[in-house]
């Protein structure tokens, strides 16, 4: 039996899978992300034990995901510093000339969301996952989206809400960018404590939901995909969904005259399906298809 | 011989021409953009009279580019009232059953630019035209992105210049879009009459640059293009493109740790090199693969 192994690696959790080739889970491990030397032993030895046949890898990044790099695979520039330039592809793989592919974890998600969730069939879509950080993940024309080096939606630069007390944000690198005004420590650094306690209708949820219809309405005037998925902790407050929405038809005000947004956008805005195993899925699928371009 | 016809459909002109399948231009005819009643059929004689055998189109927009669409080739919810509505790939046409395609104007100019100008040979690119609108094409794995419409980057929301007098910009629909606040006429109302007439060193050059700077920094965290072309009238201010890139590294502040932006971001940012026919040819190319593609 073919069996495909996939790796999400996150910064705080590593989750590793064993598919078969139909897609079915066969094996889950998960382990804490701690460096490189104390956590890839287990991790080389779980694909090795499972002789998968094939490897996907979605994984934080930034990633050098050029195959004519000699450093492709590996982890570039992040703040996590064990891990920075660590080439964790080729390690992974430790010798084993099996086929192999890695992206990055958010648009290992998009692409699960494609091929069989919430954006099952699109020609486009964008994942965003809203949590400690924020990632996205863009899938267009039948692939998804490296480019430069790949999308990092999460710092794209916005508008300060005008009721916001910290209106640079926390982010180290940029003044007012989307990660540093609306992921998770940004908005326990506004209401100065954990937003989890909050009711639905505390004001912060309003400018969390500003911010992240700025970036829908960029994204809609940028890359014009077919959905917006929206995951990751700081979503699973269901309703700023519908503040979302409302906020980004407000800021397109009818421009983009399309019923996807004027109409429906209940449908255009949406959560993914697959979510938390986005991500593993997505790995499987790179794995899979590493596979079939072998075979 | 086979001979493909291609328009430009500008706002203010239409540019026509006749090229050889090879790509060398047989004629061309420039009109001014009037009504259709009064436009058209000098457009349709003259690729009727050429007797084209395939015909490409860039055009203003929006445009519904879906080919499973009934209105394939429509322009559609335009300013510009008499061409509302109105089927212009298929009014061109006239009855004949040639092949054809449209596209944007602005994706029409990015994939010239990719098979034949300053983008030649990347796999992805965005080329945005400032002039009396901004409009933006975006080449991504090996096509333009059409998606849920098409980009429309020339409305991306961005933050307002402290300096600038006119913060909520030009724009009838978006407070602070780049177009309210970057393009032509956004430019004369803060300056107060034709800015072709001052010099380099004033600081609305600077505010200007700071507007364009933030959208090639979106763009590179959402898109993460090999390279970004800035074209159209107001770039002809060559001073433009030094600040532009200057701005733009300052904005993303060494968090996208690559090469091509901080250390040879003068490569990055460029002017196309097929201006001002990047469109023309563009709607040549829309032509010839539409040729290729049935026989």
């Not at 897609?23 to 992300?33: A, D, K, M, Y």
């Not at 829908?216 to 890359?223: I, M, Q």
């Amino acid at each position: 039996m073919v069996k495909i192994g996939a790796l999400e690696a996150g910064g705080t959790k590593m989750v590793l899978a064993v598919y078969t080739l139909e897609g079915e889970e066969l094996e889950r491990l998960t382990l804490p992300t701690l460096t490189p030397q104390q956590t890839m032993p287990q991790m080389v030895d779980f694909f090795r034990a499972h002789a998968v046949d094939a490897l996907g890898v979605g994984s934080f990044g930034p990633l050098d995901l050029d195959p004519r790099s000699p450093t492709y695979g590996a982890i570039t520039s992040t703040p996590k510093l064990p891990w920075r330039g660590y080439p964790l592809l080729r390690e992974l793989l430790g010798g084993r000339d099996i086929p192999a592919a890695i992206d990055t974890d958010v648009n290992a998600a998009v692409l699960a969301e494609v091929v069989r969730g919430a954006a099952q069939g699109l020609d486009s879509a964008v994942y965003v996952t809203v949590g400690t950080g924020i990632g996205g993940g863009v899938y267009v024309n039948g692939a998804t989206v490296r480019g430069l080096m790949h999308p990092e939606l999460g710092h794209m630069l916005v508008k300060p809400h005008p009721d916001d007390p910290n209106p640079r944000g926390v982010c180290p690198y940029h003044a007012s960018c989307l990660e540093g005004l609306a992921a998770g420590p940004a908005i326990a650094a506004r209401v100065g404590g954990d937003a989890r306690e909050l009711p639905d209708g505390h004001p912060t949820f309003d400018i969390e939901a500003y911010y992240l219809a700025q970036m829908c309405a960029n994204l809609v005037l940028t890359l014009s995909p077919q959905r917006i998925l929206l995951g990751g902790g700081v979503m699973q407050r269901a309703v700023l969904f519908d503040k979302v929405r409302r906020q980004t038809a407000a800021l397109l005000n009818g421009y983009v005259n399309q019923p996807a947004i004027t109409e429906r956008i209940e449908d255009y805005i949406v959560p993914p399906a697959l979510f938390p195993v986005s991500g593993l899925v997505g790995a499987y699928l790179l794995g899979l298809y590493a596979y079939q371009r072998r075979v």
